[in-house]
């Protein structure tokens, strides 16, 4: 079956630091990832789309400075949580829609849990 | 905008109790309709897509397009049911999936 990867799946760091997240499809090749973020207990929350050679389309109140997503290949997606606060821990997830199948099949990575101090 | 809506946080049933879980969506012409599911510690994966009409572990859904509606159903839950369950609703334009709040179903034996 089609996996999707997250690197890493939890990282701490010091307010003000960035920090960088991982997404890969690792049997498959995926024009569109997306980004979600999930709180404690509640739904994902859609952050971003992520096209494979153009820039990432985000949802309103998603800061694109603050949130950098670049798509450089088919496989690899990255979103880099820029000057971290402690507001923007949470637990991120991507998704990776497979070239050529259904547009709204999403594979889901495990996730990645961010704690800023 | 898309709004996918799950009434119920927590649904609670004994082992070999019908469920129901609700999910209602906003009207789009032809939706594209899906439930997720979330095992404890694992990642959110497809259960089953209204167009296939397919039925997983024993669950279905029918598409109400009259009353909005997609609700999940099974006749006899198991404990190894117990998980969290999204409804969500696809844009075959952008490929995005708008997520319900989730349902919590607990399966007691």
């Known amino acids: 079956g089609a996996v999707v990867s997250q690197h890493p799946s939890w990282v701490i760091c010091k307010s003000g630091t960035s920090v960088k997240i991982e997404c890969r499809s690792l049997?498959?090749?995926?024009?569109?990832m997306f980004w979600y973020r999930q709180f404690p207990k509640q739904s994902l929350m859609l952050m971003a789309t992520?096209?494979?050679?153009?820039?990432?389309?985000?949802e309103q109140g998603v800061e694109k400075d603050k949130f950098l997503i670049n798509h450089a290949s088919l496989t690899l997606s990255t979103l880099t949580v820029t000057s971290a606060h402690p507001e923007d821990s949470s637990f991120y997830i991507c998704?990776?829609?497979?070239?050529?199948?259904?547009?709204?099949?999403?594979?889901f990575g495990p996730g990645t849990r961010l704690l800023v101090l | 905008a898309q709004r996918v809506t799950q009434p119920e946080k927590l649904l609670s049933v004994f082992k070999g109790a019908p469920v129901e879980l609700k999910c209602n969506y906003s009207?789009?012409?032809?939706?594209?309709l899906f439930w997720y599911v979330q095992y404890s510690r694992q990642r959110l994966q497809l259960l089953l897509r209204?167009?296939s009409r397919e039925s997983i572990k024993g669950f279905t859904a029918d598409l109400n397009k009259g009353e909005t509606s997609f609700h999940l159903k099974k006749p006899f839950a198991q404990e190894e049911d117990s998980a969290m369950y999204y409804c969500?609703?696809?844009?075959?334009?952008?490929?995005?999936?708008?997520f319900g709040q989730g349902t919590t179903l607990q399966v007691k034996p």
């Open positions: 992520s096209n494979e050679g153009s820039k990432a389309t985000y």
């Open positions: 049997d498959f090749q995926a024009t569109t």
């Open positions: 209204h167009i």
């Open positions: 009207y789009s012409g032809s939706p594209e």
């Open positions: 998704s990776a829609s497979p070239m050529g199948g259904v547009q709204e099949t999403q594979y």
């Open positions: 969500a609703q696809g844009s075959s334009n952008t490929g995005k999936l708008i």
